[in-house]
């Protein structure tokens, strides 16, 4: 299981004051609001950054990091995501899972036959997809309580009823 979760990617700048622009990757972005820190991950480094403030324009979240006062302290860092600890993570209700968690998951139908590896989440607005990649083709599974008969995160491993039709698209 991931022990850390994206919470935004840090897009651009935002003045010379060192604030930046991140486009969130949570389904809340209200709750940068609650947040004292986040993980600023390159390609070759980490660093845990401590958040002075949080303002909201448009679809983007604008942060300011204690310590870093100028432009030229961070725009280097230009396209990192941002990343929280999974103790950090926004709890979960009944029957909901962490996208990152079900990514690899083995998925079987209810006889026990194997069908392949979860390798997508699709979110669309009704309902969200499963890509399960069947060895030469993707199955698409519709996450809904009719088709998903189980979830086992730990054991890596999700039972699903083939509802007609699904096999012959």
């Known amino acids: 299981m991931e022990q850390f979760f994206q919470v935004g990617v840090y897009t651009n700048t935002h003045g010379v004051r060192g604030e930046i622009k991140v486009f969130p990757t949570t389904d809340d972005p209200k709750r ?16 845990t950054l401590e958040i002075e403030s949080v303002r909201f324009s448009k679809q983007m979240v604008l942060l300011k990091f204690k310590g870093i006062d100028n432009i030229n302290d961070i725009e280097r860092y230009k396209g990192s995501g941002l990343f929280v600890p999974r103790e950090q993570a926004v709890p979960l209700k009944k ?32 309902n969200d997809v ?26 890596g491993r999700m039972v699903v009823h083939l509802m007609e039709g699904l096999l012959d698209l």
């Not at 986040?38 to 980490?46: A, D, G, N, W, Y």
Request: charged letters at 25%; a negative charge; hydrophobic letters at 45%.
């Open 32 to 47: 940068f609001r609650r947040l004292k820190q986040v993980i600023l991950r390159t390609s070759k480094q980490e660093m």
């Open 130 to 155: 499963y890509v399960v990649q069947t060895g030469e083709r993707e199955l698409l599974l519709p996450a809904i309580a009719d088709c998903v008969q189980s979830v086992d995160v730990e054991a």
């Open 95 to 126: 029957d909901e899972y962490f996208i990152a968690d079900l990514i690899g998951i083995t998925v079987f139908t209810e006889d026990g036959a194997e069908l392949g590896r979860l390798s997508e989440v699709l979110q669309t607005g009704a």
